[in-house]
Structures are given as C-alpha cells and as structure tokens.
C-alpha cells in the first residue's frame, strides 16, 4: 500500500475542509429539520405533507422534461456541428459555449428578468411599434427559455466530449 506524504495531506486539507464547510454540514442540518418536527423530535411528518405538493413537482418535472428535451435539441446539432470544425474554429466555438458560465448563474437568470419584464428591453421595443407591454415574466414559456439558456454548455461540453 502506497504511503500518502505530508505535503499531499496539507494540499488536501482546505478541499475536505470547504466540503465539510459547504456540502456535508449543510446536508446533516436539512436531514435533521426533515426528520425532526417543531420541537425536535424524531418524525416523518414532514415527509407525509408531501402530497399537498404534488401539483407543484408536476410541473416542476414537466418543465424539466421540456426543458431537457429542448436543450437537447439545440445542444446535439451544435455539438455535432463543433466536432465537424477545423481545431482554430472548435476552440473558438468552445470558448462561445464556456464563456457564459463564466458569469454567475444568478447574475444569468436576472438578465433574463431585465430583459423580460414589464419595463425590460423586449417590452420596450415593443411599445415603440404600438405592442402593449406583454407579461412575459413568471410564464411557462419563459421559465422554460431560462432553464434552456443557462443549462445549454452544460449539454454541449459533455455531448461535444
């Protein structure tokens, strides 16, 4: 058996403490608040109230199911198209498929909020045609279009791979 050295431990040190920090912890609070009721006591009372719900992860899977479907759409022809490139042209395109990810996810999905409401970009070019503003925020349509938009490199790299 291989003996691990000192300096491998000290490099892996701030890894294991980030994931304690970050993954493991926060794991072990939302397990304990799901086993436990009010008072702190052993229950799956949480677990049984899932039924009041189901309405919402319906949906929840529908919009998944459409989403996925969707991005796989755009992501296979892209990813196909990428491979066929010469090597300038793929890391080029590659860089194009990266670089919004590079931004924050949240920074991402409230671009989409600028650029959908009421008062954002679409409804402003609109109303300079006549078109009244549309509610385009907080419909299935658009939901659907923010899930494609920031999961797509996500699909891409992997098929492209």
């Known amino acids: 058996m291989k003996k691990k050295s000192l300096g491998a431990t000290v490099l892996r040190a701030p890894y294991l403490l980030w994931s304690a920090l970050f ?5 072990l609070i939302m397990g304990y608040y799901a086993l436990t009721d009010a ?12 039924g009041r719900y189901k309405k919402a992860f319906f949906i929840s899977l529908l919009y998944a199911l459409i989403s996925t479907i969707i991005t796989l759409f755009i992501a296979y022809p892209l990813a196909y198209f990428m491979t066929k490139c010469k090597p300038s042209t793929q890391r080029l395109l590659m ?6 990810m590079w931004t924050n996810f949240l920074i991402r999905t ?22 009244g503003p549309l509610q385009l ?20 790299l992997p098929i492209y791979t």
């Open 95 to 100: 860089i194009l498929t990266m670089l919004p």
């Open 23 to 27: 993954v493991i912890i926060p794991l």
């Open 39 to 50: 008072s702190g006591v052993f229950s799956f009372a949480n677990f049984s109230n899932l």
């Open 110 to 131: 409230y671009s989409w909020i600028t650029i959908l409401s009421n008062t954002g970009i679409i409804n402003t070019v609109l109303s300079k045609f006549g078109i």
């Open 137 to 156: 925020i907080n419909r299935p349509g658009t939901v659907i279009l923010g899930m494609v938009y920031d999961f797509l490199p996500y699909m891409v």
